[in-house]
């Protein structure tokens, strides 16, 4: 009987107590059981540590970032193969078993893309589950989140001069080189009760460090990721857009203000006014 790869899933939090429980749990109830967890916090000022010591032994502390956070997880993993999920999803059983079962079928597969669905409470929240639902086969948006450990660590890893467009990053630089698969199951993004004004926050603090993801990438690929109205997504999906009038609406609210806030976010750091360093 073959042994089934060692898998680690490397799980990094910063105040996740809203969500990491569930996530948690739902790493542990997948079909695939030869997995380790890895957990890296980043000076959690809640219950987010003592959550974390319930599912692993695994709990180190480390920063400043995700990306650092990331690494750091990777060092200390056994497995074969690296598995990165946020502190904010819920996995479906099957997402584990079927990343692995594809790259064992294929070898030339290197990285797997895990599609996300989102959820959440409130008007925002639904804007950005169906502006997300666009994005479902779309290799420019969509992050591959499962790796070959050999390949990950051949790449450097995670680059810790980003926030936000790591995501992006790590998995465009090994397309240059391997093939990136996918899998049906998802990972289901728990959004919470979100705020227009956090999603802009956030979007200005993830653009800080666009400047060094931009001197990584051709403009043909980080146009359609930044700019949102060149994203082929919307146009693809025009019907959907004009079956909810009051969503698509939303939809190009939320958009125009993240937009401002990343692009302030990013001549911030460009006019000098900001440092990109975390």
């Known amino acids: 009987m073959i042994k089934k790869p060692l ?9 996740s107590k809203r969500t990491i429980e569930e996530h948690l749990q739902s790493i542990k109830s997948q079909t695939y059981k030869n997995i380790e967890i890895i957990a890296v916090d980043n000076n959690s000022t809640d219950k987010t540590v003592s959550i974390l010591k319930k599912f692993t032994k695994h709990v180190y502390n480390f ?14 993993a056994k497995g074969a193969y690296l598995f990165v999920p946020d502190s904010d999803m819920v996995l479906q059983k099957d997402v584990i078993s079927q990343c692995v079962d594809l790259v064992t079928r294929d070898k030339k597969i290197k990285a797997v893309i895990v599609p996300e669905k989102s959820i959440g409470i409130g008007f925002w929240a639904k804007c950005k589950a169906l502006e997300r639902s666009f994005y479902i086969g779309d290799e420019t948006i969509e992050a591959a989140r499962f790796f070959d450990k050999t390949i990950f660590w051949e790449m450097g890893g995670y680059d810790q001069d980003l926030t936000g467009p790591e995501d992006w990053d790590l998995p465009q630089r090994i397309r240059k080189k391997y093939k990136i698969g996918r899998i049906k199951t998802h990972a289901i993004h728990d959004e919470g009760h979100i705020g227009i004004f956090l999603l802009m926050q956030k979007k200005y603090y993830y653009a800080k460090s666009l400047s060094n993801y931009l001197k990584k990438h051709s403009l043909s690929v980080t146009g359609r990721q930044m700019i949102y109205i060149l994203r ?5 999906n025009w019907k959907k857009l004009l079956k909810n009038p009051l969503l698509t609406f939303g939809i190009i609210v939320m958009l125009s203000a993240e937009q401002c806030a990343g692009f302030c976010g990013f001549m911030f750091v460009k006019l000098g006014f900001l440092s990109s360093k975390k």
Not at 232 to 236: G, H, L, S, V
């Open 232 to 236: 082929p997504a919307f146009y693809r």
């Open 63 to 76: 920063g400043p970032e995700r990306s650092a956070q990331r690494n750091f997880a990777a060092k200390k």
């Open 7 to 15: 898998v680690s899933v490397l799980v990094h939090t910063k105040n």
